[in-house]
């Protein structure tokens, strides 16, 4: 295995209208669930890989908050909510885990698997902070299984284990995601663990964002592999050495034996001199652990429009090719100048509509 690189020649090759999304109307900007932000989302996948759909609906997980305060501070008190999305649009069916079930503060991305037996489901996940203090801005990821219940009308998550840490920051390849506060106003990253099963060898393995140890400034994309009962670390399946800090939310689909690795990132995570926008990023490899090379020669696969950098962010890519992610802040300018109270009267906070990809070789497109 040799980890990929993301290079600057490669970024600054993006143009200024390259791949770029629809201005959202005012109309798709509508409340999803009452009372509630969502936003970073990863649908229940079933055994084969493909996105769980029963009753004519489909089932995904959300970050989920109270509407209430600045928009920004929404992180702090995280939930993972279990919704579903069919005709009628999204249904909220609540908390996915009880109160006090899992040893962080709050509870951050990642995905989820349902078993053969299309009942027992295995939820990854971020553990942020700690019920018992400490820093603010700690990592860690977990695993927990428990049973799926749904009905034409309802659906729910009962029946949970212990959650069991899978993979620790070795302070080698990955840097230790410790943090009480932010850095230059970012954090480090060891967060938004990714299911994979490849078809080519039913191997297990976990993405997940990181950051090297070398400067916190370079954004990782991790891998660990499933060895019997326990995940041994690899190197970096990507890094992006002065291109960018922080490479979210990566997974990777399967088509026509190619595997295509997809992350998030925002605009202003990009290194110095390097101007890209805020959007839906990816590379592709002809084997899950690489070498990986940038679709559409860039990476670039989807990204906000100029006339609105801020509208929608945290894309995912189902099997299916079908993108789900937030709308986040519609309009032009800049929200972290803003106040909190301009933010939360602009903050979307809801699912954004539906889009596809088209996939060809090494080009990916929006459909």
């Known amino acids: ?30 409340p999803v669930v009452a009372g509630l932000d969502l936003w970073d989302m990863w649908q229940i996948e079933d055994a084969t890989g493909a996105t769980l759909a029963r009753h004519g ?15 920004e501070l929404r992180h ?11 005709g009628d649009g999204w249904r909220d069916h609540g908390s996915a885990l009880p109160d006090g079930a899992t040893p962080g503060s709050r509870e951050w991305s990642g995905s989820a698997r349902l078993a053969p037996d299309g009942e ?3 939820l990854y996940f971020t553990a942020a902070g700690d019920r018992q203090g400490g820093p603010r801005f700690a990592q860690r990821l977990y695993a927990i299984r428990g049973r799926l219940v749904i009905d034409p009308d309802s659906a729910r998550c009962d029946d949970w284990s212990t959650p069991v840490e899978t993979v620790v920051a070795d302070g080698h390849w990955y840097a230790c995601a410790d ?24 191997q297990e393995y976990l993405l997940f964002t990181g950051s090297a140890v070398t400067d916190g400034k370079t954004g990782v994309i991790g891998i660990a ?44 995570r990009f290194a110095e001199g390097l101007v890209a926008p805020t959007g839906l990023y990816g590379m592709v490899a002809d ?34 090719g079908d993108v789900a992610s937030f709308i986040d802040y519609p309009g032009s300018d800049d929200p972290h100048a803003a106040t909190p109270e301009a933010r939360r009267a602009r903050f979307g906070g809801v699912a954004a509509p539906f889009f596809q990809l088209r996939f060809d070789g090494d080009a990916v497109t929006i459909g």
Do not use: K
């Open 120 to 122: 027992t489901l295995t």
């Open 1 to 30: 295995m040799v980890t990929s690189i993301w290079t600057r020649t490669a970024v600054a090759a993006i143009g200024a209208e390259d791949a770029r999304l629809h201005v959202l109307r005012e109309a798709a900007i509508g």
């Open 76 to 86: 702090d008190h995280a939930r993972i909510h279990l919704l579903s999305h069919g």
């Open 287 to 320: 084997q899950l652990l690489g070498p990986y090379r940038p679709v559409n020669g860039t990476g670039l696969v989807a990204g906000n429009p100029e006339q609105a950098p801020f509208q929608a962010y945290c894309w995912w890519v189902t099997a299916e």
């Open 179 to 202: 943090q009480d506060a932010p850095v230059d106003g970012g954090i480090l990253g060891f967060r938004d663990p990714g299911y994979v099963r490849d078809p080519a060898d039913g």
């Open 225 to 268: 592999r499933r060895d019997a009962a326990q995940w041994t670390l690899l190197p970096p399946l990507l890094e992006a050495p002065d291109v960018n800090s922080e490479l979210e939310r990566a997974h990777v689909i399967v088509r026509n034996g190619r595997y295509y690795l997809f992350w998030s990132t925002q605009g202003r």
């Open 57 to 71: 609906r489909t089932y995904w997980f959300f970050l989920a908050v109270p509407r209430a305060g600045d928009p």
